[in-house]
């Protein structure tokens, strides 16, 4: 593998369970650590930012346990610890000491337990419409958690349903094409997700309200993205996490969904390198 990607896939095989990851690029590490949608992997999730970003860092763009070619690992502390676990081994097997990370949504809230866990090793934080904060004005869950939780159940994965959870993550849905659409599917009906989703049974756990976990404590520089018309997880959690955080600057897109990084690219990708590089 993969034609596709223009880069080998490489695996740890950690007694968790085995991560699939690709880099590339020279220089400092980065991670770029995708959400928790319904077909998400890596390579897809970051196609439009790998490129651009890899130009003066060393890119990894990894699955998380569940999604893609990475096996569901126990979550005994936590959704997010199992997943931020899954970053270190990498960054072992590696034999890298610190990196940068870039995360979307659930993987937001795998860079902001990474940096809580292990913040010695953790250099600067890119966060995209992450998990973990509280919502100060928007019902909870939203919509769009409740399209991604419930896409295995009942009668099961559809294209109709992968497209509706599509719909709210977006804010133009003339940028999803088909091609995409049905890559996703078939990533996610895969037979080892279906017969482990990567997010049933999920649990709510006190370590997981990461607002709570002593974000007040990440001394690295961090960088908070959103788009103003995120659908999934709404743009008042993150204030409470840039008020938290000592070091933490906001950057709000408008007419753009929870996707920021596909959305507005060129600037989102000249905004990151800058941040991580300037």
């Known amino acids: 593998m993969n ?17 699939h990851y690709q880099s590339w690029g020279e220089g400092p590490a980065m991670f770029l650590i995708h959400g928790g949608g319904p077909g998400a992997y890596g390579y897809s999730n970051y196609r439009k930012n790998i490129g651009p970003l890899s130009r003066r860092n060393r890119v990894i763009v990894l699955d998380l346990p569940g999604y893609g070619q990475s096996a569901k690992r126990e979550q005994p502390e936590g959704l997010t610890t199992a997943l931020a676990n899954a970053v270190r081994d990498i960054m072992d097997q590696e034999g890298i000491e610190k990196a940068r990370l870039v995360g979307n949504s659930l993987g937001g809230m795998t860079a902001l337990r990474f940096a809580l866990d292990t913040p010695d090793r953790a250099e600067k934080l890119v966060l995209m419409g992450p998990g973990g904060g509280q919502a100060m004005f928007t019902p909870m869950p939203t919509e769009g958690l409740h399209r991604m939780f419930n896409f295995y159940e009942g009668e099961g994965p559809t294209i109709e349903k992968l497209s509706a959870v599509i719909d709210l993550l977006v804010y133009d849905r003339s940028a999803i094409t088909q091609e995409l659409l049905e890559e996703r599917f078939r990533i996610c009906t895969l037979p080892e ?40 997880v709404p743009l008042d959690s993150g204030f409470i996490l840039q008020k938290l955080i000592p070091n933490a600057d906001m950057h709000i897109y408008s007419k753009c969904g929870h996707w920021a990084q596909w959305e507005r690219a060129e600037e989102f990708n000249a905004l990151v390198d800058n941040f991580l590089n300037g």
């Open 3 to 19: 034609d596709q990607t223009g880069a080998p896939s490489k695996f740890v095989d950690a007694p968790d369970g085995r991560v």
């Open 193 to 232: 997700t279906m017969a482990n989703p990567p997010l049933r049974g999920l649990r709510g756990h006190p370590r997981d309200a990461l607002w709570q976990q002593g974000v007040e404590n990440i001394t690295c520089p961090v960088l908070i993205i959103w788009g103003r018309e995120d659908r999934v």
